[in-house]
C-alpha cells in the first residue's frame, strides 16, 4: 500500500520488451536506500515488485495487464517517473490509501495557472471511473495523491501547489498527454458491498435479493 507521497523522481534506464510483457531498468538514489528483491514500489502509480537491483538502479517486471491498463508502455527510454516504496507501519499517512492498482488512463485536457496554483483537467479513458470521483475527494495521478477540485460528466479537476509540480513528472505534463488514474478505493469496495449481497452459491458475483437499489431505498422510506 502507498500514499500517494512522492519520494523522488527516477528515470527510466532500459527497457526490454516481449509481446505486452516488459522488464524495466530504472534509475533511483533515495528509493534504493533500503530496496530487496520482492519490495513493492509504485512507478508512475503503477504498483511494481523489484526483481534486482544494483548501485544505481532496480529492475521490475510488467505483466500484460499493467501494460494494457497503464501508460508504462509509452514511456521512452530517459523519461522521469514518480517513485513511491510501499508504506512503513510506522510511517506517516501523509496522502490517502493508495494501491497502485490503475483503474483508467486520463488524457490531460487543459493545464492553467492560477496564481501560484496550476489547474490540470483531466479526461479519464473510462467514463465509468468518473462515478467514484467528487469533488473534495482523493485520487491518485501518476501516483500523486490529490484532491478533487470539481467534476463534471467528462472530467474532473486538480489544483497543483508549485512543491508538487518540482517535485514530480506532473511539471512535464501537457494538454494531450496521458496519466494514470487510480480512484479512492473507499468507493469501490462501498459500491460493491451495497449493490451486491453475498451469495455462496453464485461466488458474490450477482445482484441479491438485498442490493440496494433506488426501488428499495423507495419500497422502505428513504426515497
Known amino acids: ?16 520488451r516481449k509481446g505486452q510483457a516488459m522488464v524495466l531498468s530504472i534509475a533511483a538514489s533515495r528509493i534504493l536506500e533500503d530496496i530487496h528483491p520482492g519490495d513493492s514500489i509504485s512507478v508512475n502509480g503503477v ?20 501494460f494494457r491498463r497503464s501508460t508504462l508502455k509509452e514511456l521512452p527510454i530517459g523519461a522521469r517517473v514518480n517513485l513511491e516504496r510501499a508504506m512503513p507501519a510506522q510511517g506517516r499517512f501523509g496522502g490517502h490509501i493508495v494501491q497502485g492498482h490503475v483503474d483508467s488512463t486520463g488524457v490531460v485536457e487543459s493545464r492553467q495557472q492560477e496564481d501560484n496554483a496550476v489547474v490540470f483537467r483531466i479526461v479519464p ?3 465509468a471511473v468518473l462515478r467514484y470521483i467528487l469533488p473534495k475527494g482523493s485520487i491518485a495521478v ?3 495523491s490529490l484532491t478533487v477540485v470539481d467534476v463534471s460528466d467528462t472530467s474532473f479537476s486538480v489544483s497543483i501547489i508549485p512543491h508538487t509540480l518540482e517535485q514530480t513528472v506532473l511539471a512535464e505534463r501537457r494538454p494531450g498527454q496521458r496519466v494514470n488514474l487510480e480512484t479512492d478505493i473507499i468507493g469501490k469496495y462501498m459500491e460493491r458491498l451495497l449493490c451486491f449481497r453475498l451469495n455462496p452459491d453464485a461466488g458474490g458475483t450477482s445482484p441479491g435479493k438485498g442490493a440496494l437499489t433506488a426501488e428499495f431505498l423507495a419500497e422502505h422510506g428513504f426515497m
Open 1 to 16: 500500500m502507498f500514499t500517494g507521497m512522492i519520494e523522488e523522481v527516477g528515470m527510466l534506464r532500459r527497457v526490454e
Open 47 to 66: 504498483c511494481l515488485t523489484v526483481i534486482a537491483f544494483d548501485e544505481g538502479s532496480f529492475t521490475v517486471d510488467v505483466m500484460p495487464e499493467t
Open 125 to 127: 479513458a473510462d467514463p
Open 142 to 144: 501518476d501516483g500523486i
